[in-house]
């Protein structure tokens, strides 16, 4: 008969096998499927982003010199072989030299697309009206090079510098008389990533400090990485001014880059992070609830606690006072409307960033940029972001620093 120490050992080696050894895993053929649907979707997408440009360009009949069309090729064939790999070590390895590298031709390649379909048009036009001869290729060729050089050097500089302050004020009926003027000062997807902004972010706060805030929000979006790769970019936020209070919610890219990390790094730097929970601020007696939920993707990121709960934001707030919440996502309007909010602060958008994805952005969000009403009481105010993603490139879609000046009726005249 084993003895209970033999006894004992025999149980924790059941326990070990039992959880060191792979159970089989069952392929679903429909999900391997939609699997190999989507990459090959991905693949015509980054397939035509690249191939058009090359065919207008140097293959449209512009009939250039052969040594200008094996270069050109040359260089779109290598840039889209090369492209995958270096989006994939970049943004999924955090190497942030490949980041840039990519990041940089994901821009280029937008811009020339963009502008290769508006050429092939004009091209047919051309055609059309008869005008421009053997010549006319050549001419659209040089017209789209010119208008994307010329744009990615506007739109880098745009990309680069401090945003320009937006201000605008903004109405709530509920506003007691004492809050009347309260500013409000809205930064939102300022995305510190692979190339170092740490200068950027200092100029960024001292332009925030020049406000005369009140109140400071931060809309989601810090960065792109974790806190320790992003701490001296994020440093800077630490010494943003407000009288009242510094709030700040999660972006989707936190859920990418360890949101909990960067819960701690903003309540370390001074901001209260508004985790789906609330603060009231306060003035000569007079009341304001600034609420904040989780990013949307919260809830599918695996982390205990993450998920946008706009009752827990609520809870115990008194109905009576009005309500700031800020939401990362536009698309969460429904949700404040519903439920009474005065004013929903929002980013993600980036108010398109490059021309014209911000039609592609109007798919997926109720709004792109700017003011706009939902139902009788709530009002939405949606970012175009401090900062940028990935491309540093913006091209009419200029960055912003908001100011929104909170005006009461009871206030008067």
């Excluded at 990459?39 to 997408?45: A, F, N, Q, R, S």
């Excluded at 700040?248 to 901001?271: F, I, K």
């Excluded at 809870?315 to 996502?329: K, R, Y």
Aim: charged share 20%; aromatic share 8%.
């Amino acid at each position: 008969m084993p003895t209970d120490s033999e006894a004992k050992n025999a149980q924790e080696s059941a326990r070990t096998d039992t959880h060191t050894t792979p159970l089989p895993r069952e392929r679903n053929p429909a999900r391997v499927l939609r699997r190999l649907r989507g990459i090959g979707v991905l693949l015509l997408v980054l397939a035509l982003l690249f191939v058009l440009p090359w065919w207008t360009l140097f293959a449209s009949g512009t009939d250039w010199p052969l040594p200008v069309f094996v270069t050109g090729t040359v260089l779109f064939g290598g840039a889209l072989a090369t492209f995958p790999f270096l989006m994939f070590t970049g943004h999924a390895r955090r190497a942030d030299r490949a980041a840039r590298v990519a990041d940089t031709m994901l821009g280029v390649v937008w811009v020339l697309f963009t502008w290769s379909v508006l050429g092939g048009l004009a091209h047919l036009l051309l055609i059309g009206f008869g005008t421009g001869g053997a010549h006319r290729a050549r001419i659209v060729a040089v017209a789209v090079a010119a208008v994307s050089v010329g744009l990615l050097a506007w739109g880098h500089f745009e990309a680069m510098r401090v945003p320009r302050v937006r201000r605008l004020d903004v109405s709530l009926p509920r506003l007691g008389a004492a809050l009347d003027g309260v500013r409000v000062v809205v930064l939102a997807d300022t995305h510190y990533g692979p190339i170092d902004r740490a200068d950027w972010s200092a100029r960024v706060t001292e332009a925030v400090n020049r406000l005369d805030a009140d109140i400071v929000v931060h809309a989601g979006d810090i960065a792109d990485g974790t806190p320790d790769q992003r701490r001296e970019q994020s440093a800077p936020l630490g010494v943003v001014q407000a009288r009242l209070a510094r709030v700040y919610v999660t972006g989707n890219h936190e859920y990418l880059g360890q949101a909990e990390g960067w819960l701690d790094r903003m309540t370390e730097l001074g901001w209260e992070a508004l985790h789906n929970r609330h603060v009231v601020v306060e003035r000569a007696g007079d009341r304001l609830v600034l609420a904040g939920v989780d990013d949307l993707t919260a809830e599918h990121s695996g982390l205990t606690g993450h998920r946008a709960n706009l009752s827990g934001a609520l809870a115990s707030a008194d109905p009576e006072l009005p309500v700031v919440l800020v939401a990362h996502q536009p698309k969460y309007i429904p949700h404040a409307a519903a439920a009474g909010i005065d004013l929903q602060i929002s980013g993600h958008t980036h108010g398109g960033q490059i021309w014209p994805f911000g039609l592609l952005v109007r798919i997926d969000q109720p709004v792109v940029q700017g003011l706009s009403r939902h139902g009788e009481r709530t009002l939405l105010y949606t970012s175009r972001g401090t900062g940028f993603w990935g491309p540093p490139f913006r091209v009419f879609a200029p960055s912003e620093i908001t100011l929104l000046t909170l005006r009461s009726a009871a206030a008067g005249p």
